[in-house]
């Protein structure tokens, strides 16, 4: 007779990343977690795996309080601005 283990079932929450590509490839960082979490990829798809990956890391080390009650940003926008620099 086969035993069955019992299995924690895994909760989902959906996290806003930024992933932003720079001359040396792609960083992604998710928005509005507690501590820094950052990953990083040649390409859009690796760099959102890596960040995926180190969320997932990020939780497992510092619990679910990590990732908040709720998620703190409802919506994010990309905006340029000029600035005087000397």
Known sequence: MAIRRRTTASRVKVIKIV???TEDG??????G?????V???DSYEE???DVTSAIEAHVRE???RALGPKPPVVDAFIAEAEVAVK
């Open 47 to 49: 760099a959102l795996a």
């Open 62 to 64: 510092f619990g679910i």
């Open 19 to 21: 992933i932003e590509h």
């Open 39 to 41: 990953g990083q990829g």
């Open 33 to 37: 977690m507690k501590g820094v979490v």
């Open 26 to 31: 792609y960083v992604g960082y998710p928005l």
